[in-house]
């Protein structure tokens, strides 16, 4: 399969989930839990064992590729705070609304998406399963993407017309974010380092991002068992593909 193909249901779902905000915000954390559950999976029965995998095989030291883990679980941690996007939830309850912040999160989420593509192009690099696998991650955690920028942009009192401008341009990321890996073959030997950093970016949107939020509001066992079920999921595809 073709990872522009991928990239372009990420589109559609980052696309759906915000204008699902815009309709249906009250059963954000149902959602939020099942995409966590994806995520989290992905890592662990996935993208780990493929690691350790491509470690041996070109003979790379593994404790490379976990280096690699925590520093782009590191990275995309200070990232996200510096660019506001916590920022700006937290002043989404606050009296101090402002649309340029509600603007400057929903551009770190654009370039968060951005990324996302980029993981989908290079995990077909490494193979077909992984760039599978990888991009079911993507199109589950990116339609929480659609949901909080439209939610950020609304909550900052940006017009509905600015929110869904900003909306089409988080959805477009993921498929700039494939096609510029169609020019760029990693070596090898990078592969499980790309691996290792991808792995820690997905472990921090799902463990430390999007899980917390989930239970932030309406905490509930449904949601912990819809978390259980994403990561669930993603076991059986991980069966089903090797």
């Given at each position: 399969?073709?990872?522009?193909?991928?990239?372009?249901?990420?589109?559609?779902?980052?696309?759906?989930?915000?204008?699902?905000?815009?309709?249906?915000?009250?059963?954000?954390?149902?959602?939020?839990?099942?995409?966590?559950?994806?995520?989290?999976?992905?890592?662990?029965f996935d993208l780990?064992?493929?690691?350790?995998?491509?470690?041996?095989?070109?003979?790379?030291?593994?404790?490379?590729?976990?280096?690699?883990?925590?520093?782009?679980?590191?990275?995309?941690?200070?990232?996200?705070?510096?660019?506001?996007?916590?920022?700006?939830?937290?002043?989404?309850?606050?009296?101090?609304?402002?649309?340029?912040?509600?603007?400057?999160?929903?551009?770190?989420?654009?370039?968060?998406s951005f990324v996302?593509?980029?993981?989908?192009?290079?995990?077909?690099?490494?193979?077909?399963?992984?760039?599978?696998?990888?991009?079911?991650?993507?199109?589950?955690?990116?339609?929480?993407?659609?949901?909080?920028?439209?939610?950020?942009?609304?909550?900052?009192?940006n017009t509905h017309?600015?929110?869904?401008?900003?909306?089409?341009?988080?959805?477009?990321?993921?498929?700039?974010?494939?096609?510029?890996?169609?020019?760029?073959?990693?070596?090898?030997?990078?592969?499980?380092?790309?691996?290792?950093?991808?792995?820690?970016?997905?472990?921090?949107?799902?463990?430390?991002?999007?899980?917390?939020?989930?239970?932030?509001?309406?905490?509930?066992?449904?949601?912990?068992?819809?978390?259980?079920?994403?990561?669930?999921?993603?076991?059986?595809?991980?069966?089903?593909?090797?």
């Amino acid at each position: 399969m073709h990872p522009l193909l991928l990239a372009a249901a990420a589109f559609a779902s980052t696309a759906a989930g915000g204008l699902f905000a815009m309709r249906y915000r009250q059963y954000l954390h149902l959602i939020l839990g099942f995409t966590a559950g994806v995520v989290v999976g992905v890592v662990g029965f996935d993208l780990l064992p493929e690691i350790f995998r491509l470690a041996t095989e070109y003979d790379v030291e593994p404790s490379h590729p976990m280096v690699a883990l925590v520093v782009g679980f590191l990275l995309f941690h200070a990232v996200e705070k510096l660019l506001l996007i916590h920022r700006g939830q937290e002043l989404s309850y606050a009296d101090h609304h402002h649309p340029d912040v509600g603007l400057l999160s929903a551009l770190a989420l654009v370039g968060h998406s951005f990324v996302d593509g980029v993981g989908i192009g290079l995990g077909f690099q490494v193979s077909d399963r992984v760039g599978l696998v990888v991009a079911t991650a993507v199109i589950a955690h990116d339609f929480a993407d659609g949901l909080n920028t439209v939610g950020l942009m609304l909550a900052h009192q940006n017009t509905h017309r600015r929110a869904l401008a900003m909306l089409a341009l988080d959805a477009f990321a993921p498929l700039a974010g494939a096609a510029s890996t169609l020019a760029v073959q990693l070596p090898p030997p990078l592969l499980p380092l790309y691996l290792g950093f991808f792995a820690g970016f997905l472990l921090y949107i799902g463990a430390a991002d999007i899980l917390p939020e989930a239970h932030s509001h309406r905490s509930s066992a449904l949601t912990i068992a819809l978390t259980c079920l994403g990561a669930a999921f993603v076991f059986a595809v991980t069966r089903v593909t090797d």
